[in-house]
């Protein structure tokens, strides 16, 4: 169902679509920093934030922590990971499951923001081009790498923002 749900309560975008969710409840998928990040986001738009995490902590590094865990309209839901959308034709909830228990219960909220890890496919290049620890290639603002004539583009460039309308 998040195919069909895409633009309609399932998005993978805060920065993008989190003002079509001002003072409403809102659900992120995930505990890096993507889902850190995009929790801090939403925290200043929407009326309640809820982050589930299949994990028992934050994967987010540790810069993150501190400022989510004093953001009052902030809530997390741990070791638990999202089985179902709930929806009409429009999204109304989710139902998750706890990984370590087995038992399901379902969060009412008016969108969900899928904010898991990304990893670019730069694996035939490793041995080739510079590369960042997180598998991104370095490249400067003009897409130069450390090879010349060798230009990296789109979101496989070590960059602070990933967004369509960054990568072209």
Not at 9 to 31: L, P, Q, S
Not at 47 to 76: D, Q, S, W
């Amino acid at each position: 169902g998040e195919q069909a749900l895409i633009g309609k309560g399932v998005h993978y975008c805060a920065a993008c679509d989190g003002m079509f969710y001002r003072n409403k409840t809102v659900v992120i998928a995930g505990g890096g920093n993507t889902a850190a990040a995009d929790a801090l986001i939403l925290s200043r738009i929407c009326k309640k934030v809820i982050v589930v995490h299949r994990r028992g902590t934050l994967k987010a590094t540790k810069i993150y922590h501190e400022p989510l865990m004093k953001t009052e309209n902030v809530e997390f839901v741990w070791d638990s990971e999202i089985i179902a959308l709930l929806h009409n034709e429009k999204l109304t909830g989710i139902q998750i499951r706890n990984v370590k228990t087995g038992e399901e219960s379902t969060l009412a909220c008016d969108g969900v923001f899928v904010s898991v890890g990304r990893k670019p496919s730069t694996e035939l290049m490793k041995d080739q081009i510079e590369i960042d620890p997180a598998g991104y290639i370095i490249a400067d603002e003009s897409t130069r790498t450390n090879i010349p004539g060798v230009f990296a583009v789109g979101d496989v460039r070590t960059k602070a923002l990933r967004q369509v309308v960054t990568a072209v």
